[in-house]
């Protein structure tokens, strides 16, 4: 129970944090809050099997983010009928292509022997293969955005529940590790950082500009959701009879019926936003949990503990006969395929997509922060990160402008530099995740709850 | 005369708009290659650094405006170079001294100094959000255009404009001092051997008496001076924006790796070898094809390889593919 203790009263101050935003604020704040905290901690806890067990550096969070954004996309939008029959055909031999590229590739790497011959071979079939697609896929993308621009403009998704998307997110960014970590895994760190971080923006950029594909920076919006809507629960009498009981005492003090009735719509209102927080919130607690249940016993077991003598010692690992490649790749495939699910997540929430808003500093860096802020490996300590450095990004700027109205309330209103300082209040979320980083990594570089290893 | 005409196209449209760019972001591969080099960490706060330079040009800028000095036909942002980079210079030592010295010190690995950088990056970031703010801001001022279309025309009497903005001709030809003076430097002044030393054996050149001190101390000044005069033309080129600084610094990187990274002529090198593919590949060929080709093969399509919206896209998959197959660059640099 000891051990536990330090997390215990971390965790108990940062749910206090939230209750207190929840009194001050609104719980309707509040919960848009800890469901955003739930989200980062998905996000921090696959970037910390990836930084915390293998010493893997991925600054690619943000295109797995999005790969997981863009498969609610795929599985939960209803199929476009007209924009299949104009261009479906082209691009599924689209898709026939490159997968034919992929295995004769693969069949060339693995029956010719290794000589320039078998270089310009696979140049050329890559280069044959791109062209093809080009002459096919291009009038048939012209067709297929065409089709009702404002509206759809793309092939639509599969029309499927929007949870089963969840994993399908997970897969998609699994598939795209893979490539990555065949690509960039044998790079020394730093390099392995900016190749991941380079990557990542090709992806988003591919989102951003296929317009066919998830309508590109026209966004998708009103995707499903796996809670009820806010109209339905207004207008649903057993959601208002629960209000009406919950809040009699309020209710009471009305002096006349209409008042009554008025005072009760706003509430039902207000409820219904927050139960429908509340749904995902607890969704989301499923998932953190089964996640952490997962990963908590993956890092005591022997297949952790090996990961953890690779990360210390990579030689000494190796030539205990552990295949450290194998592994790296495989630890890499684990931890983004979490980081997808955390994407998938987080388009479900918002009910839409926006493939601009994907940006390496909310994406990458700051998830980034929450890993070492809360502590590298250990998986507490990374859901804590994601809490605390989500909640100091978003009250940053209440706090800031508390501060900057105390410190200045002595100048008149006009001051030039005040209103400057105020209307610069949204960016001193910046300077204040930046020093906070800054003063972790120089005073507590292990992080809030730092790694335990548990001696056998 | 078509051939003359189709030469002018390629020069309008790709070579010179690909020169300036290049010479822009060579200036930061050097940056980012210096750095590396000696001080042996991937700084990702480069961006925001070049920003924070130029910020300061922008501001000066308008002051001096404003009090009515100018620099007749050249921009006024020329005049106010010293100044920035006397702040530039001055911010990176305190960084230094305050944040990336204790980890030097310790000899702690990259990957560490470059998580470090992250969090300067956020710092440097609010800094200059809070100082200027982040909209879109220009700041050239003193003659556009050097060489008009409608001119070019006239004179040569040829079909196809040449046009050769001001900003264009400075960025090529400041940028051109700078690197020749800066190599100078490294490779003939007992100062810059002395760094190339410290870059290649740390330990052995400490033991030949080398003082890190002194080599931190100037490689930050260089690099202030490369930071600071690489952000003001790019801003001069196309605008100030902090957000456009910070994504520039994945192109510079890419520059900097695929020549090579710790080596500076690699750097300088990468940084056209970039701008040229990601303009020669997103430019539209029509008409310059229109131009060469006999009427009956005039292409029909806008003959271009790769939509313009793929630009950045470009220059990371180069690097994808250098790292793949020449890990350590075009030119030979660390060993990855």
């Known amino acids: 129970m000891r051990n536990y203790l330090n997390i215990i009263i971390a965790y108990s101050i940062m749910m206090l944090l939230i209750i207190l935003v929840g009194i001050f604020q609104s719980w309707s704040i509040a919960l848009t809050i800890f469901n955003y905290c739930m989200i980062s901690a998905v996000m921090t806890l696959g970037a910390n099997i990836q930084w915390g067990y293998a010493g893997l550096i991925n600054f690619g969070i943000m295109g797995y983010t999005a790969l997981g954004g863009l498969a609610v996309v795929l599985v939960s939008v209803a199929p476009v009928p007209e924009a299949w029959s104009v261009g479906g055909v082209n691009m599924m031999t689209c898709l026939g292509i490159i997968i034919l590229i992929i295995f004769s590739t693969r069949y060339i790497l693995k029956n010719i022997q290794k000589s320039n011959k078998r270089n310009y071979l696979i140049a050329v079939i890559i280069i044959v293969g791109l062209i093809l697609i080009k002459i096919i896929a291009g009038p048939a993308i012209e067709q297929i955005e065409a089709v009702d621009p404002a509206k759809t403009g793309f092939l639509g998704g599969l029309g499927l529940p929007v949870l089963f998307s969840w994993i399908v997110g997970g897969l998609f960014a699994a598939g795209l590790a893979f490539i990555v970590g065949k690509v960039a895994l044998g790079l020394r760190a730093d390099y392995l950082a900016i190749a991941t971080l380079l990557i990542a923006e090709i992806v988003v950029s591919i989102i951003k500009h296929e317009d066919w594909l998830a309508r590109g920076v026209k966004n998708v919006i009103g995707l499903k959701r796996p809670a009820p809507y806010e109209i339905d629960l207004q207008t649903s009498p057993w959601f208002i009879n629960l209000v009406e009981k919950f809040h009699s005492a309020k209710l009471d003090l009305a002096n006349s019926l209409s008042e009554r009735q008025d005072i009760l719509n706003q509430l039902v209102i207000d409820a219904s936003s927050v139960y429908v927080k509340l749904c995902f919130a607890g969704m989301f607690l499923v998932v953190v949990i089964i996640l952490l249940i997962i990963t908590q016993k993956a890092l005591y077991s022997p297949w952790g503990r090996m990961m953890r003598a690779i990360r210390d010692n990579e030689e000494a690992a190796s030539a205990m006969g552990k295949n450290v490649v194998k592994q790296h790749l495989f630890i890499f495939i684990l931890g983004s395929a979490i980081v997808g699910i955390a994407g998938a997540m987080m388009v479900t929430n918002d009910g839409l997509f926006t493939p601009g808003s994907y940006r390496p500093m909310r994406y990458t860096f700051v998830i980034w922060v929450m890993v070492i802020v809360g502590g590298t490996g250990n998986n507490f300590g990374a859901i804590l990160g994601g809490f605390v450095v989500w909640f100091l990004w978003v009250e940053a700027a209440p706090i800031a402008l508390f501060f900057i109205n105390l410190f200045t309330a002595h100048l008149p209103e006009t001051n030039e530099i005040k209103i400057h300082l105020i209307n610069s209040a949204p960016y001193f979320r910046f300077l204040l995740v930046g020093i906070g980083l800054l003063l972790i990594m120089r005073f507590r570089p292990q992080g809030i709850i730092p790694e335990k290893i548990i001696k056998q | ?336």
Do not use: C
């Open chain 2, 1 to 336: 005369m078509d051939l003359i005409n189709a030469v002018i196209v390629l020069l309008n449209y790709t070579i010179i708009p690909a020169l300036t760019y290049g010479s822009q972001l060579a200036l930061g591969a050097i940056f980012v290659t210096l750095i590396y080099g000696i001080l042996r960490f991937a700084n990702f706060a480069t961006g925001d650094m070049m920003s924070f330079g130029t910020m300061f040009a922008v501001l000066l800028t308008y002051y001096f405006q404003s009090i009515g000095i100018n620099f007749g036909f050249l921009p006024t942002a020329l005049l106010t170079i010293p100044f920035a980079i006397f702040m530039m210079i001055f911010y990176m030592l305190i960084i230094d001294q305050t944040v990336f010295k204790y980890y030097r010190i310790k000899k702690s690995p990259p990957v560490m100094l470059a998580m470090v950088s992250v969090g300067v990056m956020f710092v440097t970031q609010a800094i200059i959000r809070i100082i200027i703010g982040p909209t879109d801001r220009r700041f050239l001022d003193g003659e556009k255009f050097i060489l008009k279309a409608t001119e070019f025309k006239e004179m040569t009497g040829l079909a196809e404009g040449l046009t050769i903005k001001s900003t264009q001709l400075i960025t090529i030809v400041v940028t051109i001092i700078v690197v020749a003076i800066m190599f100078w430097f490294l490779n003939k002044t007992k100062t810059g051997t002395s760094m190339r030393a410290y870059s290649d054996n740390e330990d052995l050149a400490l033991l030949s008496g080398i003082d890190p001190k002194k080599v931190v101390l100037i490689t930050w000044i260089i690099a202030g001076i490369l930071a600071t005069i690489g952000g003001i033309l790019y801003g001069l080129d196309k605008s100030y924006r902090p957000f456009v600084y910070f994504n520039n610094m994945l192109p510079i990187f890419a520059a900097a790796i695929v020549g090579g990274i710790g080596n500076p002529y690699g750097a300088f090198f990468g940084g056209y070898v970039i701008a040229f593919a990601e303009i020669f590949l997103t430019y539209a060929y029509k008409k310059f094809l229109v131009y060469l080709l006999p009427e009956s093969l005039e292409p029909n399509s806008l003959m271009q390889l790769l939509s313009t919206d793929y630009k950045f896209a470009i220059s990371f998959s180069i690097l994808v593919i250098v790292l793949i197959f020449r890990p350590s660059g075009i030119f030979e640099g660390k060993r990855i």
